[in-house]
């Protein structure tokens, strides 16, 4: 496992100077275990933010995309799984990583996950030696993250109201906590949302630092979904965020709110096409959570 120190020179999302390193992000994981009211996940070409990617990628050819992809830029040292749904709510990507661990042992292992099941799938994600683990966590408060996220499937049933929103914040505090003193990189990422969370940013950096997170992603609103009338934070907003969550962890301010099937380095070429254009189609293997 690689250490943070490590990481902020080599991994795109971690350190100060991303522009020479590059990640693919495998599209394996179509379903989702929330409901989040911004969210709108896309089988689509063109549109570029999260949730979005031109096919789910059966996990079997995770070792060829990655071999292709590496010719095409040899710039990539990072596999990345983003989606487009959960990466923790079905068996995919902890099954892709265990092959990237096998053929790839020099390449870093990184997961985004709104962090439901982290927990319990701890033990499973540290036998594949991850380096980087990102949570999702819009707010630590229940009141706050009810107004954000409608339900959670938790042990075969869908939950809602106040129980959903106690249980998310739990498991998202509680995994951090248990892969990050295993000596797993975890970074934070919060949709600022005006209005919902914004007041809340300070307490949130606060509860993940106490947990062992290293770093902090603020994400502005796209208002879209459920979420479509909210209008997006401007620059003063989310300078603001910044300052308040860099008293306690350091801040990730290069993101480009990549597909979740972006293959290159941040904000040069993308070859998500080259590499996922001529896989076979699965849109019976998407569906919205
Ligand atoms: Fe969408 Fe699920 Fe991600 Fe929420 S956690 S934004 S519902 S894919
Ligand atoms: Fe990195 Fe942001 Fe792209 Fe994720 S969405 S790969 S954190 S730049």
Not at 42 to 47: A, F, G, I, P, R
Not at 217 to 238: F, H, S, V, Y
Not at 242 to 265: E, P, W
Request: charged letters at 25%; proline letters at 6%.
């Amino acid at each position: 496992m690689k250490t943070y120190e490590t990481l902020r020179k080599l991994h795109p999302c971690l350190g100060e100077m991303p522009g020479n390193a590059g990640r693919i992000h495998l599209p394996v994981s179509p379903i989702c275990n929330l409901s989040c009211r911004y969210c709108k996940r896309s089988l689509t070409e063109d549109e570029i933010r999260p949730g979005t990617s031109r096919r789910i990628l059966p996990v079997e050819d995770t070792v060829k995309v990655i071999r292709k992809a590496r010719l095409l830029c040899p710039e990539l040292t990072t596999v990345g799984i983003a989606g487009p749904g959960e990466a923790l709510a079905s068996p995919h990507a902890i099954e892709a990583f265990r092959l990237v661990d096998e053929h790839f042992p020099d390449m870093i292992k990184c997961l985004s996950t709104n962090g439901l099941m982290l927990f319990e799938k701890a033990e499973e994600l540290l036998q594949v030696h991850m380096d980087s683990i990102t949570v999702t966590v819009n707010a630590v408060d229940p009141f706050v993250q009810m107004q954000i996220n409608k339900r959670i499937f938790y042990h075969n049933e869908w939950l809602d109201g106040e129980q959903a929103a106690e249980i998310l914040i739990k498991n998202q505090l509680a995994g951090i906590k248990k892969v990050s003193e295993a000596g797993v990189t975890v970074k934070i990422n919060t949709v600022l949302i005006p209005g919902i969370n914004d007041g809340h940013i300070e307490t949130i950096a606060k509860a993940v630092a106490e947990n062992g997170a290293k770093i902090y992603n603020i994400i502005p609103l796209i208002p879209q979904a459920d979420m479509a009338d909210i209008p997006a934070p401007g620059c003063t907003e989310i300078d603001r965020a910044r300052l308040q969550a860099g008293q306690y962890l350091d801040i990730f301010a290069h993101c480009k709110h990549c597909r979740a099937d972006a293959v290159g380095r941040l904000g040069e070429e993308d070859y998500g096409q080259q590499i996922y254009g001529n896989l076979a189609l699965e849109p019976n293997h998407f569906s919205h959570g």
